[in-house]
């Protein structure tokens, strides 16, 4: 895992230096939600923040846009700094923060894009121009007359999506964006994500999901208890689903089962000698290829594999402190 | 800028529009209406009729921007609005004001609403007799109401029982505005607190407008409104600007 410190020397898009926001906590003590945190995302790029609920993403969001002034250290968006120049950071940053919330309810799709873009102090015509391509871009053109109230979760990401965009922001971060997103929804999430990176336009997207982390990112930053613990590239991220495989299988006779114990990087996490069923662990790239190999081998037909959510490939990376939130 | 105070004003009609429960201020001024010139009527007290009018259109405006004005950024957050309002550049407080403003504007149909009340359905015809000071009356009270509601959309956001707030709010100032009662009819020593609420000096002027008799010292009433009114405005704008750095260091802008 490389290290963020080489990040220092460099200049990006989004520089945050020594970051900390503190938090009282229980007894008086304390609590580090951004604890320290240096992070350069350069121009253009798409930049994933991966990590568990509480692992600080949303902070950092949050100060990114000027909502949480940051206990120390200074954070930079397109050279303005967060705290001394927030007017200068909103004229260039477009927000989406994720969930059911933060649109008008009572008003169209429409509505809410036309007033959002008065905010960002568009004209009128232009305006209209914009909203137009905007609910075409997220394929809310047929519903744009319709009351957001009507509006299926995966439909309102969709518009927070469109507003997020409204001011034509060189600077977007969006915080857990697929949440609630259908499978198309999702799909169409990632093509305009390749749009935006198309525009050269900087992305900074936090996500739990570690498949959507490698689909749509060009570096991914792991996040846990308010640290970075590293910036990886996406392919890493792929390594990491496919290094954790799981394999269950039915029909296992005590013989096998000790073949897939000497397997290298493969563990058998629990065997029922009665009804032969089978589960091992992977914790190596190709490894479950070996198992699947063996089992194959043995005649055992009844195999399947499932790959780890992020909460076990943090288990395996960084402990069981990783999920304490 | 004119763009954003006019989608505002756009927005805050629409949202009133389609959620009618908020319009319950005003929904109840005709009862109010009726119920007070059914006693000064029985009372035989025809010329009670003005005050009553004006009393009654004075609570609703005070109401509608209390239960109304006062929620705006609380609602925002219930709805989780308010970050994304105030992560554009249009500076929030215009933001807010043009709310506020539209709200307070709309409020003033209690006005209309007294009046239509006295004349359909008790044949009293108020009549006002003096048209420029009573419009100029009614325009400074829309300055002032805007200022005082700024700070209760403020302050309301420090406290998570604000229909509490909101109802206590209510009947004392309906009492110190002289809204129904004229203030030389209350007791002497409610005078002093009387006379900081602008709503009394605009309350004195309106009804004096609906008398055939000259208005005395009306430039010193629509100063007192101006006065209260922007020393409301300003510690509504300095209140505001410290609830919000107080929501950032907190960080508690999207919190319910």
Redo the contacts between chains.
């Keep these: 895992m490389k290290t963020v410190e080489s990040a220092r020397t460099r200049s990006g898009d989004v520089e945050v230096r020594e970051l900390r926001?503190t938090?009282p906590g229980r007894g008086g003590e304390p609590r580090h939600a951004i604890d320290g945190i240096d992070l350069t995302v350069e121009a253009g790029e798409v930049h994933g923040l991966l990590g568990p609920n509480g692992a600080g993403k949303t902070?950092l969001c949050?100060i990114l846009?000027?909502?949480?002034?940051p206990t120390s250290g200074t954070a930079r968006v397109s050279g303005f700094d967060v705290v001394e120049q927030p007017?200068a950071v909103?004229?260039v940053?477009g927000?989406v923060?994720g969930?059911?919330?933060?649109?008008?309810?009572?008003?169209t799709a429409r509505?809410n894009l036309?007033?959002?873009s008065?905010?960002?102090?568009?004209?009128?015509r232009e305006a209209r121009l914009r909203v137009g391509k905007l609910l075409e871009r997220v394929g809310l053109e047929d519903r744009a007359d319709e009351?957001v109230e009507t509006f299926s979760r995966g439909m309102k990401q969709r518009l927070h999506l469109a507003?997020g965009l409204i001011?034509d922001p060189s600077v977007l971060i969006l915080d857990e964006p697929t949440v609630g997103m259908d499978p198309v929804a999702a799909r169409d999430f990632r093509a305009l994500m390749d749009e935006l990176r198309a525009e050269r336009r900087t992305v900074l997207i936090t996500t739990h999901d570690m498949a959507e982390a490698e689909a749509v990112c060009d570096r991914v930053t792991l996040i846990d208890g308010g640290r970075l613990l590293g910036t990886e590239d996406p392919k890493t991220i792929g390594g990491w689903l496919t290094a954790y495989d799981r394999v269950t299988a039915g029909g296992v006779t005590a013989p096998t089962v000790a073949a897939m114990r000497s397997i290298p990087g493969a563990t058998v996490a629990e065997y029922d000698a009665e009804a032969l069923s089978l589960r091992v662990e992977t914790d190596r790239e190709g490894a479950v290829n070996q198992v699947l190999r063996a089992l194959a081998e043995a005649g055992v037909s009844e195999i399947t594999t499932s790959r780890p959510g992020l909460e076990e490939v943090y288990l395996h990376l960084i402990g069981a402190r990783g999920l304490r939130v | 800028m004119l763009t954003v105070v006019w989608a505002e004003a756009a927005l805050q009609l629409r949202v009133l529009r389609r959620t009618p429960d908020r319009m319950l201020p005003l929904v109840v001024v005709p009862l109010l209406t009726a119920a007070i010139l059914t006693i000064t009527q029985n009372a035989g007290r025809a010329d009670l009729a003005g005050t009553a009018v004006v009393g009654t259109a004075i609570i609703g405006i005070w109401g509608f921007a209390i239960y109304i004005a006062g929620d705006i950024i609380e609602s925002e957050r219930w709805l989780g609005t308010l970050e994304g309002v105030i992560t554009t550049p249009a500076p929030f407080v215009v933001t807010l004001l043009a709310r506020i403003a539209t709200v307070t504007a709309v409020s003033f149909a209690s006005i209309a609403e007294s009046a239509f009340v006295a004349d359909v359905f008790f044949g009293v015809h108020p009549a006002v007799h003096h048209k420029l000071l009573f419009t100029l009356t009614l325009a400074c009270t829309w300055l002032a109401m805007t200022g005082t509601a700024l700070t209760m959309s403020g302050l309301f956001v420090l406290t998570r029982a604000i229909g509490t707030y909101q109802n206590a709010l209510t009947y004392p100032f309906y009492v110190l505005s002289g809204a129904v009662t004229p203030i030389s009819l209350l007791p002497g020593w409610l005078h002093p607190l009387s006379r900081i609420v602008f709503l009394s000096w605009s309350a004195d002027l309106l009804r004096a407008c609906m008398t055939s008799g000259g208005v005395a010292d009306p430039a010193k009433g629509i100063i007192a409104i101006l006065v209260l009114g922007v020393a409301g405005a300003g510690f509504g704008l300095w209140s505001t600007s410290v609830i919000l750095r107080r929501m950032y260091r907190l960080g508690t802008i999207g919190h319910l």
């Design positions: 926001r938090y902070t949050k846009c000027t909502l949480l002034t007017t909103r004229r940053i927000t923060f969930g059911d919330r933060g649109l008008y309810t009572r008003l509505e036309m007033y959002w008065a905010l960002y102090l568009l004209k009128p009351r507003r001011g």
